[in-house]
Structure formats: C-alpha cells, structure tokens
C-alpha cells in the first residue's frame, strides 16, 4: 500500500510537471503565417516550451482570451500594431499582416517575407525598387510625381520611405 502511495504521488508530480511545460502547438496557428517559425515565435527555445521571449511574454501578459492552456491568442486587438522585441518593426508587419487584417482560419502565406516578433534581431527581408505597386496593405507606400521639364520632356519620380525611414527614388522618363 505503501508503495502503491509513493508511486501515485511521483505519477501525479510528474504530471503537474508535464502540464506547466507543455507545449501550446494550438497557438501557432492563432497568428499570421506562424507555421514559418513553429514555436521559436513566441519561445527562447525555438522546439518550444520553456522560457518565452518578449513577443510570447506579451502574449502571455496581455493578449490571451483566458490564462493558461485553454486561452486564444487575442491576434485582431492591437497586437499586430504594437512592437514586442522593440526592433522599430510592429509584431504584424514582422508575421506579414501589417493591417491585422489575419484572421484564425486563414492560411499561412508561405510566400511572404516574415521575421521573428519577439527577436530584436530579426526583421523582415525587403525586395527591391520594384515594389511601389504592393498596394495600400504592403509596404512601402510609392507617391507619384509627374514632372514636365521644358526641352527634358516628361519624367514620373516614384517615392517612398521605407520602414527604417530611408528614401526610395524611382526616375522614369517617358
């Protein structure tokens, strides 16, 4: 009887133990394109569990529909708009829904360039000049000037400051 008691108890502690630590794998697919990175999204220890780093802390603290295992990620709140790792990229631009416009359900866009939210380190790829025309939910935004210079002829300069504040200039004469 004795050890049957001792044997329960160690059974019930590593249990406990077990459900503290576990994994939230559900989670992953409760923000934008989160398949990419798996668990390194929201832990220090990319296999997941463990110690979360500022973009899971944040989660955790404030964004979660109740504490613990059982709550959803809170994702169309302010989320996608606020900057977890403090890198100057917002949580959404960094999991490519800048608007917050993902919703649960929605696939994951392997296509699209996507960093790490909660690692001040990574940030977002960006393509080339020829990207004025991602539209009003990429980024950067191009404003179109047309100039008519007198014995020059007509030239469109495209602009845009990217999400570090550098200018981008497009010349095109016509």
């Given at each position: 009887?004795?050890?049957?008691?001792?044997?329960?108890?160690?059974?019930?502690?590593?249990?406990?133990?077990?459900?503290?630590?576990?994994?939230?794998?559900?989670?992953?697919?409760?923000?934008?394109?989160?398949?990419?990175?798996?668990?390194?999204?929201?832990?220090?220890?990319?296999?997941?569990?463990?110690?979360?780093?500022?973009?899971?802390?944040?989660?955790?603290?404030?964004?979660?529909s109740a504490a613990g295992f059982s709550g959803n990620v809170l994702w169309q709140s302010d989320l996608p708009f606020l900057d977890a790792d403090g890198d100057g990229v917002p949580n959404?631009?960094?999991?490519?829904?800048?608007?917050?416009?993902?919703?649960?359900?929605?696939?994951?866009?392997?296509?699209v360039l996507v960093s790490l939210p909660g690692d001040a380190k990574s940030v977002p790829e960006r393509?080339?000049?020829?990207?004025?025309?991602?539209?009003?939910?990429?980024?950067?935004?191009?404003?179109?000037?047309?100039?008519?210079?007198?014995?020059?002829?007509?030239?469109?300069?495209?602009?845009?400051?990217?999400?570090?504040?550098?200018?981008?200039?497009?010349?095109?004469?016509?």
């Open positions: 009887m004795k050890k049957t008691s001792v044997i329960l108890l160690a059974a019930l502690f590593a249990l406990a133990l077990s459900n503290g630590a576990e994994g939230r794998p559900k989670r992953v697919g409760q923000i934008p394109n989160g398949e990419i990175h798996g668990c390194a999204n929201c832990h220090v220890n990319p296999a997941g569990g463990g110690a979360r780093n500022d973009f899971g802390r944040m989660i955790e603290d404030e964004f979660l959404g631009e960094e999991l490519g829904d800048p608007n917050g416009a993902w919703q649960l359900g929605d696939e994951s866009d392997f296509q393509e080339g000049l020829d990207d004025f025309d991602r539209g009003s939910d990429g980024w950067p935004h191009a404003v179109s000037t047309e100039y008519d210079i007198p014995g020059w002829g007509n030239y469109v300069v495209e602009h845009a400051a990217n999400e570090w504040g550098f200018q981008i200039i497009e010349l095109d004469a016509d």
